[in-house]
């Protein structure tokens, strides 16, 4: 004898005449194995994952249904994990399409916001006995604050530290957190000498620096020439360790004369 294949009851059907022909759509059924419960398919979450803004996220379902809830962590604000859940109304009646009436557990995050870094504008000062200030590219009180060396009146090399005002909820663009380290410089102006070129008259030629300082740096080399010919003299900053030129170098200077 032929064994007859199972037999489901349809709750719902959705009658649809198309061309003549009529359609049946199933939205729920009972399976006689089940007891006759209603099974129901899962819904998902239609987003798993946020990014901090401020602003409270709420998680939805990519399907509604009467036969079950949406509840447990559903909205958050903060950087963090959170766990949904969505429970059958009755699991007398309703099941899963895979036999079973436990609640479903979704979990979700909300990720920090990432920052851009920012930069000095400007890293290279020259010395006048008056403070330089330096500056960010971009300026942005809520989400950094500009410390450390900000402000320096006299010779040398400085930091300056931007740190995230909130760490919990922010990174940087690299995905750190902790605070940049910037540095930049005071340092003194090159000088040039106040004439370059001699006409040869048999009398000795002496070249001189448009700023002289000798507590800062030396003029050496071919300072005095008689004869005709191409000359170099040299300009060397007396401490490297603890001064250095304008664009931050501590290299000699050669500058090049004729006569």
């Not at 939205?27 to 209603?38: E, L, N, Q, Y």
């Not at 429970?87 to 979990?107: C, Q, V």
């Not at 916001?113 to 809520?142: A, M, R, S, W, Y």
Request: net charge negative.
């Amino acid at each position: 004898m032929e064994k007859k294949s199972k037999l489901f009851v349809f709750t719902e059907l959705i009658a649809v005449i198309a061309a003549g022909f009529t359609v049946l759509s199933l939205a729920a059924c009972k399976d006689p194995m089940s007891g006759g419960k209603t099974q129901i398919a899962q819904p998902k979450l239609a987003q798993s994952h946020f990014t901090y803004n401020g602003n409270a996220h709420t998680v939805a379902l990519t399907a509604e249904n009467a036969a079950y809830a949406l509840g447990g962590e559903v909205t958050g604000t903060y950087f963090g994990s959170y766990t949904a859940a969505v429970t059958l109304i009755d699991t007398d009646r309703y099941e899963w399409a895979d036999g079973s009436t436990e609640p479903l557990s979704f979990a979700w995050t909300i990720g920090k916001q990432q920052i851009e870094k920012p930069e000095l504008k400007e890293i290279h000062f020259t010395f006048n006995g008056e403070p330089h200030t330096v500056e960010l590219t971009v300026e942005d009180d809520d989400l950094y604050t500009l410390n450390g060396d900000v402000t320096e009146t006299d010779f040398g090399d400085y930091t300056a530290a931007v740190t995230l005002n909130d760490t919990a909820n922010y990174e940087w663009a690299d995905g750190t957190t902790e605070p940049l380290s910037l540095t930049w410089t005071i340092g003194i102006e090159k000088p040039e000498l106040v004439q370059s070129y001699f006409m040869h008259n048999g009398s000795p030629h002496t070249v001189e620096l448009t700023v002289e300082n000798d507590d800062l740096y030396t003029l050496e080399g071919d300072v005095t020439k008689t004869d005709y010919g191409d000359y170099t003299a040299t300009v060397t900053l007396i401490d490297t360790g603890n001064y250095k030129w304008e664009d931050g170098t501590t290299e000699p200077l050669r500058i090049r004369q004729s006569a």
